[in-house]
């Protein structure tokens, strides 16, 4: 236990015991002994006996999650959730998926194995299943917050709505109650009659494996999420989401493509919205149902402060007559940098805010949020022209942590116009700022890297801020297998 909460390094012997304790430990053949420290023969001995000492409450896990090295714990808990007794393994994970969901989804990704064509049963009687899978929600929906109102079969009390469950051999179905009716919170079901009220059912075969239901609703809850975040589709809560919607729909009513930057007028858009849409309740827009009503609120406001066109929220073209077709020739160089440096920002604190609004817990986690604030450090490279064939601009870019204390972000992003295939940072590079992870994020260094991301420039259609944005949530929840 002692080498585990220190990270895995071996221990002094003076801190194990006496000379009689120390070598009745060396004799038994597990340990060894080395310039004073003694360790164990094999890591997996190590890692064995810490799970085994977990199993047995000989360290409490809620004390190793207030110390913050679940980390270290990482492979003793995979030990123990895949061998050990189901009351221990539900108890220990209990905690961890209250207090670091971002943690156990890893772990439950990692020990408790998919279920597939398997035809082994259950052991669980039907209402034993039930209770075990209301039993894990109800662990998710206390760690998500205002996520579980999204995600979660919750009421508008953020309770967890009445479950019903079948068994079919080795089938296992289940939904979750929408009616008025007060029902108990377990509910078998009869697969011979249409039940109303339910949600869409489930199946899937979980065969008789420790922990399952711990996976089954975590997987629910999972396949939702990313649907949202695939589809950018969380409620929005970022002005700069809003005034791209906002765009992009003022420019699907006066039928402009989505490379369109200029301003367009008021009275065009009131014109159009009377000629076409005077009796339509909502527009689609990029794959999303905008109200009208949204709509129509937002160009009132605008005439209130006197504004009579609406204009693209980011940096637009300023080259009239580009010499070719490609998008990126509508763009001075001077202007592709504003644009980029402007959408970058935007993306940041649209970020920020996002991941403070809906992941309250899961933030702890997320790579971007935890290395902020933070310096992006990014090399722009113009286009260029090769033979008659033209590339399109690209940005090189990775994050360095700054203090924690420090009050925002710092943008770095530098113009070149040199050839360059140098994505790879500089080993000197990668080694400082692993001593900056190390220094401001020491607890999180176990589980943070340093990662360089090379790109084409895609920023030119309508949405290119809420496009990254989503793209950022999509790589960092990834990570933690929290989106497919």
């Keep these: 236990m002692i080498s585990t909460s220190s990270g895995n390094v071996p221990v002094k012997k003076t801190e194990i015991g006496d000379i009689v304790e120390v070598r009745s430990l060396l004799n038994s053949g597990l340990i060894i002994e080395e310039n004073g420290y003694i360790s164990f023969v094999l890591p997996i001995l190590n890692q064995w006996f810490a799970a085994k000492s977990l199993s047995e409450n000989m360290i409490n896990i809620n004390h190793i999650i207030e110390k913050g090295t679940l980390d270290y714990w990482k492979y003793p808990l995979i030990i123990l959730i895949t061998i050990f007794k189901e009351d221990t393994i539900d108890n220990i994970l209990r905690e961890i998926v209250e207090k670091v969901p971002g943690f156990a989804s890893v772990l439950i990704e990692e020990s408790i194995k998919k279920w597939g064509i398997h035809n082994d049963i259950t052991s669980l009687s039907t209402q034993e299943c039930g209770e075990k899978i209301r039993m894990t929600m109800s662990s998710w929906i206390k760690s998500l917050g205002i996520l579980a109102d999204i995600i979660a079969p919750v009421d508008m009390n953020r309770t967890i709505l009445p479950i019903g469950i079948m068994k079919d051999d080795e089938w296992l179905y289940i939904s979750w109650y929408r009616g008025r009716k007060k029902l108990p919170e377990i509910n078998i079901l009869d697969g011979n009659k249409i039940e109303y009220d339910w949600l869409s059912y489930k199946g899937a075969r979980p065969g008789d494996r420790s922990s399952w239901y711990w996976r089954w609703t975590f997987e629910e809850l999972r396949g939702k999420l990313t649907k949202i975040i695939k589809n950018k589709a969380l409620p929005i809560c970022t002005e700069i989401i809003y005034k791209e919607l906002m765009w992009s729909t003022s420019l699907k009513i006066v039928r402009k493509g989505s490379l369109y930057t200029k301003s367009i007028s008021i009275n065009e858009i009131k014109s159009r919205i009377e000629k076409e849409y005077q009796n339509i309740s909502d527009i689609n827009v990029n794959k999303k149902r905008v109200p009208m009503s949204l709509y129509k609120d937002y160009i009132a406001n605008l005439e209130i402060k006197g504004i009579n066109v609406v204009e693209c929220p980011i940096p637009g073209e300023d080259i009239e007559n580009p010499k070719d077709n490609w998008v990126w020739s509508a763009y001075s160089d001077e202007q592709l940098y504003i644009r980029t440096v402007k959408i970058y920002k935007e993306v940041i604190i649209g970020y920020k805010e996002i991941v403070e609004t809906f992941f309250p817990l899961l933030k702890n986690r997320l790579r971007k949020f935890v290395l902020y604030p933070f310096t992006l450090k990014g ?92 793209k950022w949530l999509e790589q960092d929840l990834k990570s933690i297998n929290w989106v497919d």
């Design 379 to 470: 090399d722009l490279q113009a286009p260029k022209e090769t033979d008659g064939f033209s590339a399109g601009p690209g940005l090189n870019w990775h994050l360095e942590p700054l203090p924690s204390d420090y009050k925002d972000f710092i943008l770095d992003i530098q113009f070149t116009k040199e050839d360059s295939d140098d994505f790879h940072l500089d080993d000197n590079i990668i080694y400082e700022i692993g001593k900056k992870i190390k220094e401001y994020r020491r607890d999180d260094c176990m589980w943070l890297s340093v990662t360089r991301t090379g790109q084409v420039l895609d920023i030119f259609e309508d949405t290119p801020i809420t496009d990254i944005i989503y």
